[in-house]
């Protein structure tokens, strides 16, 4: 097996992303060494573990957060930074999938995580520049009927009344291109710089006392009361454990490892276009998202490049990013053919079969939180919050979200990465029909 952690980056740096170019890391932070002991050892040093830690040093506990690269260094700090409201599924297909009851519970919780993120985004990282606005855009006119029916029903079932259907006049008002007919624009979510929220979130855990170590990838971890996380320099006794690792987690887990796969997704950044342009392109400084089963996604940054995410790619291995994702982009805005890209760069993020987050206890004093399926940066964290109160003893949230159901691939480990290649040539085929 392929390991992500080492496949396409070099260790400890950041990719070349304009993320990274345009934030200032906390740290370094050392190597775990020697034999140390904690109340609580996170693996993982993005939203869900950088959330957990800050959560649970605010508690008292004694926290040790573990790295392979650096804090951020994963999806977290490579996304398309959007701030999703609700699950990564529709209120319709949770209310079948888990009853109304429930489905209503995980909204009220999908909401909480974005309050939660805004929250923390202004405390801890104001640089993180939140903008208020996403708009979901049809790339066909058939998904127009369900686009206004889903805005009625969240406004008269859940008492949310921030979705606006967009019909196509509107539409190409908003995003300047030809692709598409309409849609919706839901105003309760956003968009902000993850890389810079990852390490406002890293600066504040480590001062409210997280032992925070950078370049300590996990090598073992041993079932036990205490549990016993061992790096190449350490050998840490925890009682308690979080794997917060999503598509990096490897095989440290085999039953998470069946239900969470890996996969890559692309980002472009443009050279500035400049303020005038960037209106002609994305009115209000809204972030974008399409229909597609193979899904293109993009905002403008602060200096007014379009930051651009799509493209499929059916190997582990990152291919010719800017000549993949220039594709996309210009099928969606082709007046922007002679534009350069700055930056490119790819990321790897974990999905499960029905794209809802796996949250589990691999033990008893062993949680792992991770599957969030590209719709991670509010729900991350507050799944850090939720392991955070867990660990303390107040499971209830942490347990709804557990009873969601995924399962393990078909074929587990060994054949999900093949079936997974037939499934998205497939939809990308259905995209184009």
């Given amino acids: 097996m392929v390991n992500v952690l080492h496949a396409n980056d070099t260790a400890g740096e950041f990719p070349r992303s304009w993320y990274a170019a345009t934030a200032t890391p906390p740290g370094p932070f050392p190597a775990a060494k020697g034999d140390l002991t904690c109340d609580v050892c996170i693996v993982g040093a993005g939203f869900t573990g950088l959330s957990a830690a800050l959560h649970l ?16 260094w994963g999806a977290s700090g490579r996304n398309g930074g959007q701030v999703g409201t609700g699950q990564r599924l529709e209120q319709d297909d949770l209310e079948t999938m888990v009853g109304k009851d429930h489905a209503r519970r995980l909204w009220d919780l999908s909401q909480e995580a974005v309050a939660l993120t805004k929250a923390l985004a202004a ?8 903008a208020n606005g996403i708009i979901h855009a049809c790339h ?33 008002h908003l995003v300047g291109s030809p692709a598409y007919h309409g849609g919706d624009i839901d105003m309760g979510g956003g968009h902000l710089h993850p890389l810079r929220y990852a390490f406002g979130l890293a600066r504040a ?6 032992r925070i170590h950078e370049g300590s990838e996990v090598r073992s971890l041993d079932n036990g009361s205490p549990a016993t996380i061992r790096t190449d320099t350490a050998s840490i006794r925890a009682s308690h454990v979080l794997l917060a690792c999503n598509g990096y987690l490897g095989t440290l887990d085999r039953r998470t490892a069946a239900r969470v796969m890996p996969i890559n997704n692309f980002i472009v950044a443009t050279e500035p276009l400049g303020a005038e342009a960037q209106e002609e392109i994305v009115r209000g400084n809204h972030a974008v998202a399409d229909t597609k089963f193979v899904i293109n996604y993009f905002r403008f940054s602060e200096d007014h490049r379009l930051l651009f995410g799509g493209g499929e790619s059916y190997g582990y291995r990152f291919p010719d990013i800017a000549t993949l994702v220039r594709k996309p982009m210009l099928e969606i805005f082709p007046q922007l053919a002679g534009t350069k890209i700055d930056f490119a760069w790819g990321g790897t993020l974990g999905i499960t079969l029905n794209r809802m987050p796996d949250f589990a206890r ?13 719709h991670g940066v509010a729900l991350a964290t507050l799944g850090g919050k939720l392991a955070a109160e867990a660990i303390a003893g107040q499971a209830e949230r942490f347990d709804l979200m557990a009873t969601v159901p995924t399962r393990a691939f078909p074929g587990g480990v060994a054949l999900r990465w093949p079936l997974l290649v037939l499934a998205m040539v497939w939809f990308s085929l259905r995209d184009r029909l």
């Fill in 123 to 130: 405390r801890h990282a104001p640089e993180a520049g939140f």
């Fill in 57 to 72: 040093a605010e508690r008292g506990f004694d926290v040790m957060l573990l790295d392979a690269h650096r804090v951020g």
């Fill in 205 to 210: 855990a480590a001062a409210a006392g997280v």
């Fill in 362 to 374: 691999v033990a008893g004093n062993i949680l792992s939180v991770s599957g969030f399926s590209g």
């Fill in 140 to 172: 066909r006119e058939r998904f127009l009927p369900h686009a206004r029916a889903y805005a009625e029903k969240m406004a008269r079932e859940y008492d949310y009344d921030l979705i606006r259907p967009l019909d196509g006049q509107e539409m190409r």
